[in-house]
């Protein structure tokens, strides 16, 4: 069902004009008519020749813009009214400028009110809006002059209303299903109805959707368009929708009622800005605007991408728009930006990355990834946005988001895109990254890992844990397990347990450390089965725990030493007749206890619980209950 606008200025007759197209009166608010002026959405349907079109019926006075704008997106088509007695007025160059911005190509433009002129007069404003309309998208749109008080030109009209959407379509608009809410209220019994048009996918009976931003779930009870239930809505109708499950006092308009599978929402976003002639004056970075997509409206602030201080009246270029608080974007969607007094339209534009990070002023090759990203190819869109992207890898549910695609075809595009790496690999990718960045992660961890040994270099490696904190990227730890898999894989690093090193990588001592580790050794040693503890040998040898625990790795590697707890060693030759003693004891009595062990040993308990649960870790014994057992 193609769905029709009306615009143009204050009194110039939209609401009576679709009052004589369908017989419908759109306003339906008390004030509305008491004050005989639209103040917001009014909403109707014209059965014309090819199909049944809505009509979303706007406000034309200034202050009520904000209303306008929240009708305006969706629309396929406009009747755009100029009264003949007012001619061009200041919301007659607004509503066109919103039209031109969010790319409405079809329209009809109706000089109303012509009872009340002559046709020179008509004839006039006929030139008013050819020369209004140049260089818009609705240049060279019909005009028709009608009186909806005598009824003269409306059998005109409707056949050019026929006419215009008779043109096929076109193709679908990409991705899941999308309706902003422009209504939203409770009736009782029934719960929560939300009223919209929906741009893009379809949602069914029944089905589970999301309402952006918040992320809650709700099921689709039912689904009316235009007073007629019906079990499937698709892109392009106007939907009223019953919600169960969810309870929001303020839902309603900024709110957008989603497909499942889109979850994420931005408060940074780059786009392609134009200012229009209204702008007045140069638009500097940084400044602060009004910015409406969809319903919804937010007061951000747009940052100029490139050398440029500014955006100068009647040109486009590339920027970032911040916004306080999120709001739902993707690739391809219109917005208006007006100026933060909301006074007047300044300019619009196309989103081209939801998902943006900050930029650097002298960022290389910005303008050319953000042109590929805008540009209608999938493929190059999927490599241009890895390659803007914050993150190291993006998994495919982000990618397809930001693309307005559905998953399976962001999965194609991701496939045939040259440079692309699936993590961890083609036959079952968890994220996407690039090649470019796949051999910067690498030579980031190969250098994280050379550094380390040469600032530690009697430690054994570097914890995995401590290496993936101190990268450049916010990298995911099984994303980066698998770019430490391929490094070992290729023989460039070795993995043992947590701890990876180079494979050159050797611990050895000097002469001073190895002096410090014979000393360590014998006063083991001396200790037998109550050997001193690591404090207890800081003491001894007036040395930092540090490099104590670097000297205990390297004779524990040469065999010299057995870390029995964290901070408790045996000289080797200790250990292995502790060893023996348990070993033997269970043979003969089948089991040991602490208390007997401790006895054997003529240690502590302290020193018996230790020993006995390094016999478990090192798979000697088996704890059951109080007792060990070997472990067959």
């Given at each position: 069902m193609p769905i029709i606008g009306t615009a143009g200025h204050i009194d110039h007759g939209k609401t009576s004009l679709v009052r004589a197209l369908t017989g419908q009166d759109t306003d339906r608010l008390k004030e509305e008519k008491e004050r005989g002026i639209s103040i917001d959405l009014g909403f109707a349907y014209l059965d014309a020749a090819e199909a049944r079109a809505?009509?979303?019926?706007?406000?034309?006075?200034?202050?009520?813009?904000?209303?306008?704008?929240?009708?305006?997106?969706?629309?396929?088509?406009?009747?755009?009214?100029?009264?003949?007695?007012?001619?061009?007025?200041?919301?007659?160059?607004?509503?066109?400028?919103?039209?031109?911005?969010?790319?409405?190509?079809?329209?009809?433009?109706?000089?109303?009110?012509?009872?009340?002129?002559?046709?020179?007069?008509?004839?006039?404003?006929?030139?008013?809006?050819?020369?209004?309309?140049?260089?818009?998208?609705?240049?060279?749109?019909?005009?028709?002059?009608?009186?909806?008080?005598?009824?003269?030109?409306?059998?005109?009209?409707?056949?050019?209303i026929d006419a215009q959407l008779s043109v096929p379509p076109g193709p679908p608009p990409p991705g899941y299903f999308r309706m902003p809410v422009d209504r939203a209220f409770v009736i009782r019994g029934h719960g929560v109805v939300v009223t919209g048009t929906a741009i893009?996918?379809?949602?069914?009976?029944?089905?589970?959707?999301?309402?952006?931003?918040?992320?809650?779930?709700?099921?689709?009870?039912?689904?009316?368009?235009?007073?007629?239930?019906?079990?499937?809505?698709?892109?392009?109708?106007?939907?009223?929708?019953?919600?169960?499950?969810?309870?929001?006092?303020?839902?309603?308009?900024?709110?957008?009622?989603?497909?499942?599978?889109?979850?994420?929402?931005?408060?940074?976003?780059?786009?392609?800005?134009?200012?229009?002639?209204?702008?007045?004056?140069?638009?500097?970075?940084?400044?602060?605007?009004?910015?409406?997509?969809?319903?919804?409206?937010?007061?951000?602030?747009?940052?100029?991408?490139?050398?440029?201080?500014?955006?100068?009246?009647?040109?486009?270029?590339?920027?970032?728009?911040?916004?306080?608080?999120?709001?739902?974007?993707?690739?391809?969607?219109?917005?208006?930006?007006?100026?933060?007094?909301?006074?007047?339209?300044?300019?619009?534009?196309?989103?081209?990355?939801?998902?943006?990070?900050?930029?650097?002023?002298?960022?290389?090759?910005?303008?050319?990834?953000?042109?590929?990203?805008?540009?209608?190819?999938?493929?190059?869109?999927?490599?241009?946005?890895?390659?803007?992207?914050?993150?190291?890898?993006?998994?495919?549910?982000?990618?397809?988001?930001?693309?307005?695609l559905r998953e399976d075809e962001a999965r194609a595009a991701l496939a045939s895109a040259p440079g692309i790496v699936p993590i961890p690999d083609g036959s079952s990718p968890e994220a996407y990254t690039t090649a470019d960045l796949s051999r910067q992660l690498e030579d980031a961890v190969l250098a994280a890992v050379a550094a380390a040994h040469r600032e530690q270099p009697l430690a054994p490696g570097v914890e995995m844990e401590s290496l993936r904190s101190g990268l450049p990227w916010a990298v995911a730890p099984r994303i980066f397990r698998s770019c430490i898999d391929r490094l070992v894989a290729a023989r460039r690093l070795v993995r043992e347990e947590s701890v990876v090193r180079s494979p050159d990588h050797r611990v050895s001592l000097g002469a001073d450390a190895r002096a410090l580790g014979d000393r360590v050794e014998r006063l083991l040693a001396d200790g037998r089965f109550t050997p001193p503890d690591l404090r207890q040998l800081e003491d001894a040898m007036r040395a930092g725990r540090d490099r104590l625990a670097d000297v205990l790795g390297v004779l524990e590697k040469e065999g010299r030493v057995a870390r029995i707890g964290p901070d408790l060693w045996y000289a080797r030759a200790a250990a292995d007749e502790a060893k023996a003693i348990v070993v033997e004891h269970c043979q003969r009595h089948g089991d040991i206890t602490a208390a007997t062990f401790r006895d054997r040993i003529g240690a502590s308990r302290k020193f018996a619980i230790a020993f006995l649960d390094w016999c478990d870790r090192t798979g000697v014994t088996v704890r059951v209950g109080d007792i060990r057992k070997l472990r067959h």
């Open positions: 809505g009509i979303v019926d706007v406000p034309g006075h200034e202050r009520f813009i904000r209303n306008m704008l929240a009708g305006a997106h969706g629309v396929d088509c406009v009747l755009f009214t100029v009264a003949a007695d007012d001619g061009v007025m200041p919301q007659t160059e607004e509503h066109l400028d919103i039209l031109h911005l969010l790319g409405v190509r079809r329209g009809i433009f109706v000089i109303t009110k012509i009872d009340l002129v002559d046709a020179a007069r008509v004839a006039a404003v006929r030139e008013e809006i050819e020369i209004l309309t140049l260089d818009t998208t609705l240049e060279s749109a019909p005009i028709a002059p009608v009186s909806t008080v005598t009824g003269e030109g409306l059998d005109v009209l409707r056949r050019e893009a996918g379809t949602v069914s009976e029944g089905e589970v959707i999301r309402v952006l931003p918040g992320g809650e779930q709700a099921r689709v009870r039912g689904l009316e368009s235009h007073g007629a239930a019906v079990a499937t809505a698709v892109h392009g109708q106007r939907v009223a929708m019953n919600l169960a499950g969810i309870d929001r006092e303020d839902l309603g308009r900024g709110h957008v009622v989603c497909h499942e599978r889109i979850a994420r929402v931005t408060d940074r976003l780059d786009a392609r800005v134009e200012l229009r002639p209204a702008a007045r004056r140069p638009l500097p970075s940084h400044s602060r605007v009004r910015f409406h997509l969809g319903t919804a409206e937010v007061i951000g602030k747009l940052i100029v991408l490139g050398p440029e201080a500014a955006l100068e009246p009647r040109t486009t270029g590339w920027a970032q728009i911040v916004l306080p608080e999120p709001v739902l974007a993707m690739r391809g969607d219109r917005f208006i930006l007006r100026d933060e007094t909301a006074r007047w339209t300044i300019g619009g534009g196309e989103v081209v990355n939801p998902f943006a990070s900050r930029h650097r002023r002298s960022e290389a090759g910005l303008a050319e990834r953000l042109e590929a990203l805008r540009g209608g190819d999938p493929t190059a869109a999927a490599r241009a946005f890895l390659d803007l992207a914050p993150e190291f890898a993006s998994d495919l549910e982000t990618v397809a988001q930001a693309l307005n």
